[in-house]
Each structure stands twice: as C-alpha cells, then as structure tokens.
C-alpha cells in the first residue's frame, strides 16, 4: 500500500465512512467500514469519527501508514461538515460536495459555503467520472491494477455491503435537447448505496 484515503458520508440518523488503501496501479483494499448511529448534528458521532480517521495500518513490510485525504460530503448538513473539516484541515480531511459532471474528479477551484462569520471552504468532486473509473476497477476479477479487494469480514459486519457496491448502473438516456447521455440510476430505488457514495469519494 502507498496512500490510504477515506470519505464520510452524513444521513440523518447515522455517519458511514470507508477507508481505501491504494497500491500500484490503483490496486485497492478496503481497510474499514463504519456505520456511525448518531444524530449528525451531536458531537459524539463526529468523535467516533476522527478516531477512524486517525487510526494506524501497519503494512506487510512493518510500516504505519494512516489515511493522507479524507472527503466528507457536505450534502447534507453543510454547515456542520464545513466547521468539522475546517478544524481538521491539518489531517487532510477536506468538505466535498458531489455533482453529477463529467471532467477531473477533483475540481481544484476552492469554494466557499457555510453561514458569514463561520464559512469554510469546500470542493467538488465530479462523481460522473468517479463512478466510470471505480466501475472500471468492479470489473477487474483478478488481483493487480485496479482489482479491489474487499476483505470477508467486512462484508460479515455489513452484510449489504455488496449490494450498496453495485447499488448503481450506468444508463444511457436522453437530455431535454434529445442528445444522448450517460448516467448512473439506481438498480432499486429502496435500495441503500452509501458505500458507493464513500467509495466514490475516496
């Protein structure tokens, strides 16, 4: 593993994060999944958080390695996801907000939201394009460049991570002039896909 990255993910009843460590080729390996059951708007949750943020991965060569970036999206809560990344901007955590576009999956121009007095700064991630290149990797069966491995005890501790996964498809349709376009829809409409979102983002 060379870089380990992260991302949050904010609902109303609960916070989801993932954590990714990436090698060559983008070969990856999801580390850890939470799901934090808490009211976003208290600060244990958070808490509980910046532990999994913070927390060491010792590597099969005997090096500690812990996340260098880490995105939380600001979708809901805003202002809450601003103030939280703003204080911890030393810990590579950044407030993100996803828009459906295509071009680089990191739109360097920095943002800003959040109430006068109390704004931080934000970024987009275009999740398009995020979306095409992680589908790239599902496809991959083989351990090497771009495979993912996801461990069993993951899945054993969140039994629909799977699901959540491949919770999306890529469709092609139309826009309002009639000109054909990709986009990602979900397979089922009830079903939960914050580790699509959190994977995407990381």
Same mark, same amino acid.
């Given at each position: 593993?060379? #870089? =380990?990255? %992260?991302?949050?993910?904010?609902?109303?009843?609960?916070?989801?994060?993932?954590?990714? /460590?990436?090698? *060559? !080729?983008?070969?990856?390996?999801?580390?850890?999944?939470?799901?934090?059951?808490?009211?976003?708007?208290?600060?244990?949750?958070?808490?509980?958080?910046?532990?999994?943020?913070?927390?060491?991965?010792?590597?099969?060569?005997?090096?500690?390695?812990?996340?260098?970036?880490?995105?939380?999206?600001?979708?809901?809560?805003?202002?809450?996801?601003?103030?939280?990344?703003?204080?911890?901007?030393?810990?590579?955590?950044? #407030? =993100?907000? %996803?828009?459906?576009?295509?071009?680089?999956?990191?739109?360097?121009?920095?943002?800003? /939201?959040?109430? *006068? !007095?109390?704004?931080?700064?934000?970024?987009?991630?275009?999740?398009?394009?995020?979306?095409?290149?992680?589908?790239?990797?599902?496809?991959?069966?083989?351990?090497?460049?771009?495979?993912?491995?996801?461990?069993?005890?993951?899945?054993?501790?969140?039994?629909?991570?799977?699901?959540?996964?491949?919770?999306?498809?890529?469709?092609?349709?139309?826009?309002?002039?009639?000109?054909?376009?990709?986009?990602?829809?979900?397979?089922?409409?009830?079903?939960?896909?914050?580790?699509?979102?959190?994977?995407?983002?990381?």
């Amino acid at each position: 593993i060379k #870089a =380990i990255t %992260g991302a949050t993910d904010v609902q109303d009843n609960r916070i989801e994060s993932i954590v990714v /460590g990436w090698g *060559p !080729g983008w070969e990856c390996w999801i580390l850890d999944y939470a799901v934090i059951l808490t009211d976003p708007r208290d600060h244990s949750g958070w808490q509980r958080n910046d532990e999994l943020i913070r927390r060491t991965y010792r590597t099969e060569d005997d090096r500690e390695m812990r996340a260098s970036a880490w995105c939380v999206d600001s979708g809901y809560l805003p202002q809450k996801v601003l103030e939280y990344c703003q204080s911890r901007r030393r810990w590579g955590v950044w #407030a =993100i907000k %996803g828009v459906d576009q295509r071009g680089a999956i990191w739109d360097k121009r920095v943002r800003r /939201g959040g109430r *006068p !007095g109390t704004q931080g700064t934000f970024f987009a991630v275009r999740t398009l394009t995020a979306k095409d290149d992680l589908s790239a990797h599902l496809r991959v069966t083989q351990p090497g460049p771009k495979y993912v491995h996801i461990p069993d005890r993951i899945v054993k501790d969140h039994p629909d991570f799977l699901d959540q996964m491949t919770s999306e498809r890529r469709v092609r349709t139309r826009d309002r002039k009639g000109r054909e376009v990709i986009e990602w829809k979900k397979v089922a409409e009830h079903r939960r896909n914050e580790v699509w979102d959190t994977m995407v983002y990381a």
